[in-house]
T-cell receptor, first 113, second 111 residues
Framework: NAGVTQTPKFQVLKTGQSMTLQCAQDMNHEYMSWYRQDPGMGLRLIHYSVGAGITDQGEVPNGYNVSRSTTEDFPLRLLSAAPSQTSVYFC????????????FGQGTRLTVV | EDQVTQSPEALRLQEGESSSLNCSYTVSGLRGLFWYRQDPGKGPEFLFTLYSAGEEKEKERLKATLTKKESFLHITAPKPEDSATYLCAVHASGGSYIPTFGRGTSLIVHP
């Protein structure tokens, strides 16, 4: 099993550009989520999904969209990039509601200039 | 509002010098407390889940314990390869899936 795979690993965007961060898992986990990690702060949840076709907002959802058309894939879209979105982004999956331990991807380091 | 506070922020140990990391939490009802290890430039790696006060989990040199207000990650006779940032997170009971993470403890073990 590859686990959770994120692409790209690094990205530089100009302010106002849009892009999609890809995330895929091959563990048949129900839950998938996106976090951002900033210096001096804990991981913060952006959006999450409890199953295909179901998404919900996390702690910091503004400026981001998600969709979950399949169990395996959970892309994160930045609609109009802003410097405040410069961060490291992690995708994670969890088996189920009763098994919430998260398995994380390797991260995407995004810089918005 | 759920809160997680980890201490110390940073810890330097000599190889073989045992110590403990603390995770204090405030949550309306605890569904689970999670420990992760994060190496530089990598995603967090799951270590333990604790569900109720009095529970303990062990893995190699690590042992996690839980009370109603805090969790400890005990590191016995650490080695340089144990150097990493250790993260604590809580999930509250109820319908929300949103976890609360602490800021982490950066551990450096010197040979």
């Amino acid at each position: 099993n590859a686990g959770v795979t994120q692409t790209p690993k690094f990205q530089v965007l100009k302010t106002g550009q849009s892009m999609t961060l890809q995330c895929a898992q091959d563990m048949n986990h129900e839950y998938m989520s996106w976090y951002r990690q900033d210096p001096g702060m804990g991981l913060r949840l952006i959006h999450y999904s409890v199953g295909a076709g179901i998404t919900d907002q996390g702690e910091v959802p503004n400026g981001y969209n998600v969709s979950r058309s399949t169990t395996e894939d959970f892309p994160l879209r930045l609609l109009s990039a802003a410097p405040s979105q410069t961060s490291v982004y992690f995708c994670a999956s969890s088996r189920s509601r009763d098994r919430l331990e998260a398995f994380f991807g390797q991260g995407t380091r995004l810089t918005v200039v | 509002e759920d809160q997680v506070t980890q201490s110390p922020e940073a810890l330097r140990l000599q190889e073989g010098e045992s110590s403990s990391l603390n995770c204090s939490y405030t949550v309306s009802g605890l569904r689970g407390l999670f420990w992760y290890r994060q190496d530089p430039g990598k995603g967090p790696e799951f270590l333990f889940t604790l569900y109720s006060a009095g529970e303990e989990k062990e893995k190699e040199r690590l042992k996690a314990t839980l009370t109603k207000k805090e969790s400890f990650l005990h590191i016995t006779a650490p080695k340089p390869e144990d150097s990493a940032t250790y993260l604590c997170a809580v999930h509250a009971s109820g319908g929300s899936y949103i976890p609360t993470f602490g800021r982490g403890t950066s551990l450096i073990v010197h040979p």
